[in-house]
């Protein structure tokens, strides 16, 4: 049955126009599948020039919006679009994911300058490359981690995102596999998603975007795949620890869906979090423009991309006829217009910040803020926002396991030569 929450609007609502004539499929071009790249599509995704530097030195001491005192201390610089990041059981040891297609290890605050070792090759066209990183529940034991890439499909074109799974010693990763190779094959100027995480139920979840090449027009090849069941795209996928569908899975008896499906409609699922008390999975959405959501998830159930959407084309055309609501269809806790572009998120479980107890903190790109998410049963309201002066975009937000906070820092959405990537450390000010 769908929800029917309190939609908290954050702006006013969209004009409704109804929509353009349908483009057949046969019509439709796909860069880098049914056409090659252009040059003006190459050049706009490898930039010639590269963003250097940082835009933190030592430590500094920022004010939210609302008045919170922050300290913001630089971990490691040199970083390039860094996505992932895991906290090794020992204490001492991070590893962050470089999209460009390399593995960092940061050890006792010293971010080793060699990569590590053992990664497969990759396509890091435009946003491909490397995602998220997580670690297996028993990393401890076993030692395995999971890492989410952009996969080529030679000779044929399109890339995908892939699931491996390797065995990591403290150097180098070794029995590396593909647990799962999404069936997503689209254009490499595509999103991926790529958000990974486990449950409390011990499966590994996994978040495939909309993977769409084409979103400055108004019709996709890939856009109409969200509401299939027979492809990964626009799709949250829940797999054991070796790739393999659960039995209990929403999808695994219905002919003709894949059976890793657990939840469709999404267009690009940036963000899983669970929350600590209820132990539902909430997601935040990329929209297109406008219209970013944060959804609660459950098994089976449809969000509505590109069906129902409160965002516009970047051509400026509306979504959907019907923005709002189909019956069927989910509709989001909370969405965001003006966007918020929202990457990963978390429930704020720590003691250094009083004010964002039990909070939801949602990292923002394009917004290039930190929010606070105000829970209050289905209703969901934006608090504070912070670190908006260091003029950076937010790819990834942590809780430690020392209770502070980490993000990960871009300078802008594409250039696999820019080195300004930065990981943070977020603290109580210095009594």
């Known amino acids: 049955m769908p929800r029917y929450p309190l939609i908290t609007l954050a702006a006013a609502a969209l004009t409704v126009q109804p929509l353009a004539a349908q483009t057949t499929q046969s019509e439709i071009v796909t860069p880098g599948v049914t056409a090659p790249l252009t040059p003006a599509e190459i050049a706009r995704n490898y930039p010639p020039d590269a963003l250097t530097g940082a835009a933190v030195d030592g430590p500094v001491t920022l004010q939210s919006k609302g008045g919170m005192a922050v300290r913001v201390v630089k971990l490691a610089e040199g970083l390039s679009h860094p996505d992932g990041l895991v906290f090794l059981p020992d204490g001492r040891t991070m590893l962050i994911t470089e999209r460009p297609g390399r593995l960092r290890l940061l050890r006792d605050g010293v971010l080793d300058p060699a990569p590590v070792a053992g990664l497969p090759a990759l396509n890091n066209v435009g946003l491909g490359g490397l995602h998220d990183i997580v670690l297996h529940p028993d990393f401890a034991r076993n030692r395995l981690l999971y890492i989410a890439y952009t996969k080529d499909r030679e000779p044929e074109k399109g890339t995908t995102l892939a699931v491996l799974r390797a065995r990591f010693d403290g150097t180098v990763l070794t029995e590396v596999k593909d647990i799962i190779v999404t069936e997503a094959w689209e254009s490499p100027l595509g999103t991926y998603g790529g958000r990974l995480i486990f449950g409390p139920d011990g ?78 999975m909430w997601a935040s959405e990329f929209g297109p423009a406008g219209g970013d959501e944060i959804n609660r998830i459950l098994p089976g159930h449809n969000y509505g991309w590109p069906l129902v959407s409160l965002g516009r084309h970047y051509s400026g055309s509306p979504v959907s006829d019907q923005p709002f609501h189909r019956d069927g269809m989910d509709d989001p806790l909370y969405f965001w217009n003006p966007p918020f572009n929202p990457e990963n998120m978390l429930f704020y479980t720590g003691s250094h910040f009083p004010r964002l107890k039990n909070s939801l903190l949602v990292a923002g790109a394009s917004s290039k803020m930190i929010a606070q998410m105000v829970i209050q049963g289905d209703f969901l309201r934006q608090g504070d926002t912070m670190l908006s002066e260091l003029g950076v975009r937010f790819r990834d937000i942590r809780q430690g396991p020392d209770g502070h906070l980490y993000v990960l820092t871009e300078g802008r959405l594409r250039g696999p030569n820019d080195s300004d990537g930065m990981l943070l450390r977020l603290e109580p000010p210095t009594p």
Do not use: C
């Open 203 to 280: 499966m590994l979840y996994i978040s495939v975007g909309d993977r769409d090449g084409t979103t400055r027009n108004d019709q996709s090849s890939a856009r109409p795949q969200a509401q299939k069941l027979g492809s990964h795209i626009g799709k949250i996928l829940r797999v054991r620890d070796d790739g393999s569908a659960p039995p209990d899975n929403p999808f695994i008896n219905t002919p003709g869906a894949l059976p890793e499906i657990y939840s469709s409609g999404h267009r690009n699922v940036y963000g899983i979090a669970w929350h600590p008390k209820t132990g539902e």
